[in-house]
């Protein structure tokens, strides 16, 4: 007999049909039991009366998977409005060991700690497997904007010679016996391949060896990175950065979920650095705005223009990486921004530079030479149009549109300074 | 003024219109030149007879980056039945350095590992981009067909505690301090997490320290895989398998590329592994097919089924990894599988144990105690459904598509025994 789900059930009353899943609780009364077997799909209630089976079902204990047979009946107080009568209860592997938690509670009594060691059992809960579900709509959300806009999916190695940007926070690895470092971004690669494609994309993971232990930070976080070709400046950037978003937070509320979606702008409010600075009451010469600043001009956003979301532009170029390109007429800023939602940082991007003269400038500028960058250098060398791109942490994305207040419930099984496992 | 792309420029003869690109290669003739500037959509060619102007890209090598503002002229003789006629050419950089070898001919001039050097340069090539474009759309397609499905998207570690299958083969890395290593596969994290979504996917990179250098090894490749739980046995995930490849296929179909695409039969036909070694000739207690074994076999799924695919199901359990769920009623062969294209083997999968205990028991067998997979054994010891899944190397499967021979052709930046960059 074909199994259905517990979601289709109520199409099928009457009918003699089997669901498979997960003893989700049971609830043992004096004349009756009930069994609530979870599925992929949600909950059903099978009520048992037979003593025979009822005896069965108190030796399994709770994540014992089964395949229940039984008739559709209506019953308005049973979840989804409909319940399994005159059941057989089949077990599908063993029983189970009972959890060290209750799966069936609202919310998830264990620590974060402990969720986090019993990851194969704790993830099963709702309030975690939802931010997953939530992070697959939003990396799917972002992949169909960027393939609509005609951009080429690429994937880029993760094993590199020399560290990407700073040299700082990366994981060293023994690579055939010779030193060579996991990748903290795919930066330079997307550019590299906007030179073949003009338009491109990457959603994959990235290494970062962060030495402090906070509750926005993981060792390995998945980045969606895009990067584009034949752009006058960074607002072109920007205005493909909105479709992403927008597209991103459409797909997670086809979900359903109960979530507070923000709406995005058709265009989404923008300010200079500059002014970014005076309307959060800080020294005109901050090189960069603190959490309090973001938070002041989040509110300003909301108040000004109705808007959870807000571009800040011009960054001040010391504060950004070599490759960053200047603001045309005045190199103090930058082509850069970086993407607010609701008073905290979400995205960064920029224009990049594109001429080698300016790489090899640039680099100089940092006390650099250009040996270390040849392979890279080589795309510019060879001509590359004016580009540029951004990178969304999935989880950190993932955390903010949640609320989630620690990163590491939106990651399956985070890796940060104190965990490896499982 | 608006740029168009080369594509679009049949659709606006008599207009001005401004494209931009690449100069892919200059025609400097005695009365005219002709300028071929290439974008992400293919070639366009631009009359240029004005003096000064010839002047100017005279001193512009290929590879430059530039717009071209022209009036679209009809002539049956240029690419697309347009060319571009009373023409301004603009820098959108500087002048590139001429490139090492001509990316206008037919077929790259250089070898492979000289490709391989220039990778910013060469991949701009179509005998390279096309193969990366493939690989795009070939994971498009697996996506897209298991979204369909209801699978849910997930993203697993890639540094562990543990060597994830053998202990062979891996990279190590200093993961603050404590040695941890590069993730083999993501076989561990997919199987727990259906544990949560009963059907999940992963497009990742994996890492492999393949210490021999062939045409056929890469040390990180790109794997998309699958698992789903509430199986009756292997053949479940055989038939999602036949879907999943039906949608890369048809997707990478959608290119327009002169390939000889294979088509997928609705049901592809299944060797037992005894019946295959009888079929390639080969003696019966052989535990492996040789690669003149798969071909024998390739040879008659065409003959008998007129199918360039065929599974070979029923591998010696001896030959493969301890979670291989055992035929059931006789444990010499497995319920796994081998899907071979065109004599090749494509893809490996099948199903799992399930039963805590059994897993137990494996390990034993293979002389391990359950304490180093005491994190990955939790699922199975709070209850997990019969499942299984498969792993498709996009690089091979992508080589096999294209017939390209070197697997390096079809990886942006390939990593190997002697290569880390660029």
């Known amino acids: 007999m074909q199994r259905i789900l517990s979601a289709q059930l109520p199409a099928h009353v009457g009918a003699r049909i089997t669901i498979a899943g997960w003893i989700h609780r049971r609830r043992l009364l004096k004349s009756v039991a009930f069994l609530i077997v979870r599925d992929a799909a949600g909950l059903s209630q099978a009520v048992i009366t037979e003593p025979e089976l009822r005896e069965l079902v108190e030796t399994l204990p709770e994540e014992t998977v ?26 599908l592997g063993e029983p189970a060991e009972a959890p060290p938690f209750d799966l069936y509670r609202p919310v998830l009594s264990a620590g974060l700690p402990t969720q986090l060691d019993a990851a194969p059992l704790s993830l099963r809960h709702p309030s975690r497997s939802r931010g997953l ?16 806009l005609g951009f080429t999916e690429i ?28 990748a903290q971004s795919p930066q330079f ?63 997670v509320g086809e979900l359903g979920y109960d979530l507070a979606l923000p709406e995005v702008p058709a265009e989404i409010p923008a300010l200079h650095f500059s002014e970014a600075l005076k309307i959060a009451g ?27 979301f807000v571009f800040v532009t011009g960054y001040p ?52 030479g250009p040996a270390a960058y040849e392979s890279y250098l080589q795309a510019f060398r060879h001509g590359m149009p004016p580009h540029g791109g951004f990178a969304i942490g999935l989880e950190r994305f993932t955390a903010r549109l949640t609320g989630a207040p620690n990163i590491r419930e939106v990651s399956a099984f985070p890796r940060d300074l104190n965990r490896v496992t499982p």
């Open 317 to 368: 170029m010391v504060k950004r990486p070599f490759y960053t390109h200047p603001e045309p007429g005045d190199p103090r800023w930058s082509n850069s921004f970086d993407l607010l939602f609701r008073g905290l940082e979400m995205v960064t991007g920029g224009q990049r530079l594109h001429r080698y003269s300016d790489y090899v400038a640039a680099l100089a500028a940092h006390g650099e």
């Open 155 to 182: 994937h880029t190695p993760k094993i590199t010679a020399t560290a990407t940007e700073s040299g700082a926070n990366v994981f060293a690895i023994d690579y055939f016996g010779r030193p060579a470092y996991l």
């Open 66 to 91: 089964v395949a229940v047979e039984g008739t559709v009946t209506a019953n308005p107080a049973a979840p989804g409005g409909v319940e399994l009568t005159e059941v057989g209860v089949r077990l």
């Open 282 to 308: 800080a020294p005109a010469d901050e090189p960069d705005l603190a959490p309090a600043h973001e938070r002041a001009i989040g509110e300003w956003a909301v108040r000004e223009h109705g808007s959870d």
């Open 189 to 251: 690669y997307k550019q590299m391949m906007v030179g073949v494609f003009e338009r491109v994309y990457e959603v994959g993971p990235v290494f970062r060896a962060e030495p402090s232990d906070t509750t926005r930070h993981l060792a390995q976080y998945t980045s969606l990175d895009a990067e584009l070709g034949f752009i006058g400046d960074h607002r072109d950037v920007m205005a493909v950065l909105r479709e992403v978003v927008a597209g991103m937070v459409a797909r």
């Open 133 to 148: 579900r939530v992070a697959a709509a939003a990396a799917g959300g972002f992949r169909q904007t960027l393939d609509a």
